[in-house]
């Protein structure tokens, strides 16, 4: 449907002539009318009382798909570093209300999951900020160094929080009841990723092995995962050939050598996570993610090169506008110069 004829849909229902709609909006009938027979656009600054005052979202006056929906909020989520109050709203109803009518549960309930973490992201930033400024002031303040764990991951030494008990048990579950063909590695990784962080090493193999098999999966994170299974048993003599062997065979494959430099990385070889991190970089096809820069932006952070880890948050940049084509309001773009005036605050 055009919008033309929406506004003029709208417009009965909500019992208004087109003089009075004109003078709700400070626009002439003659211009309403025009919309309304499509001769012209109603200007981009208009839309949102336009919309308020038919009892609609501009979304409604488009007159958009479910899936277009669904692309609009994921894309928006995507670029927008914070949903305002009133969009966020906007998104959780939308997805609610359409959760039960829309063939793809699974997309929404996805979006919803998405949404509410987008929020909690931009929670967690206020808590950080908030949390650190009072610890500064008061380094007692227990309360807020638990706030701060939580809002920027920090590493808790409590066992009782800090084990993965319940992510793992949940994986475990959704590999057995996973009957799809052919099966997907992704909770296996997940899975696999969680024991070893809790030293559970003798089942994180019993996973790989299975994982193994799977047709999906990729050859290249095997011996990662049985060097991550050598280093939680503290063997890291055995570790360390079991990488050494696999580069012969993946030296040009540039997911390995990104495993490669977070291998060296964990184990605090900088120079040599560099290098790799580095080269994966270089092998990458475009467009490509920044995680390899983000590594060395940290590392050089970590060994306090500050002009480094600058022009490295400078590559990114470049890299997030060039080969993804996004501007200098996305939220990537916004989160890498954010880093930077950290940086430069010292």
Not at 105 to 119: D, N, P
Not at 154 to 170: G, K, L, Q
Not at 186 to 205: C, G, Q, S
Request: aromatic share 10%.
């Amino acid at each position: 449907m055009e919008i033309g004829t929406k506004i003029k849909q709208l417009r009965f229902k909500a019992g208004l002539t087109q003089d009075q709609l004109a003078t709700k909006l400070g626009i002439s009938a003659q211009s309403v009318s025009k919309w309304e027979t499509a001769v012209t656009m109603p200007d981009i600054s208009l839309l949102p009382m336009l919309a308020s005052e038919l009892g609609a979202t501009i979304d409604e006056l488009f007159d958009l798909t479910a899936e277009q929906k669904l692309h609009q909020i994921e894309r928006r989520m995507d670029i927008e570093e914070e949903l305002s109050p009133v969009i966020f709203r906007e998104y959780e109803d939308y997805l609610k209300e359409h959760l039960d009518k829309n063939e793809n549960r699974t997309k929404i309930l996805s979006l919803l999951a998405h949404l509410y973490h987008h929020r909690m992201t931009a929670d967690s930033r206020r808590v950080s900020k908030y949390a650190r400024e009072a610890i500064e002031r008061n380094p007692e303040m227990k309360e807020c160094q638990w706030l701060l764990q939580k809002a920027d991951g920090a590493s808790i030494w409590d066992w009782n929080i800090s084990n993965h008990t319940t992510v793992i048990d949940f994986y475990k579950k959704v590999i057995e009841n996973d009957h799809i063909e052919p099966k997907t590695p992704l909770p296996y990784y997940e899975v696999m990723d969680n024991l070893i962080a809790d030293h559970r090493t003798k089942e994180a193999a019993e996973y790989l092995e299975v994982y193994k098999t799977l047709p999906a999966h990729k050859p290249f994170l095997v011996p990662i995962y049985q060097a991550s299974i050598a280093l939680a048993e503290y063997d890291k003599p055995k570790a360390d050939t079991i990488m050494e062997e696999a580069e012969e065979q993946f030296r040009d494959h540039p997911g390995f050598l990104f495993e490669k430099a977070q291998y060296h990385a964990r184990n605090c070889e900088y120079a040599r996570a560099l290098e790799y991190y580095e080269k994966s970089w270089e092998l990458d096809e475009k467009p490509r993610f920044t995680d390899a820069l983000q590594g060395i932006a940290i590392i050089y952070e970590i060994l306090d090169n500050t002009q480094k880890a600058l022009e490295t948050y400078d590559r990114m940049i470049v890299c997030i506008k060039e080969e993804w084509n996004y501007t200098d309001d996305d939220a990537a773009v916004i989160e890498a110069e954010r880093e930077k005036k950290r940086l430069q605050k010292g």
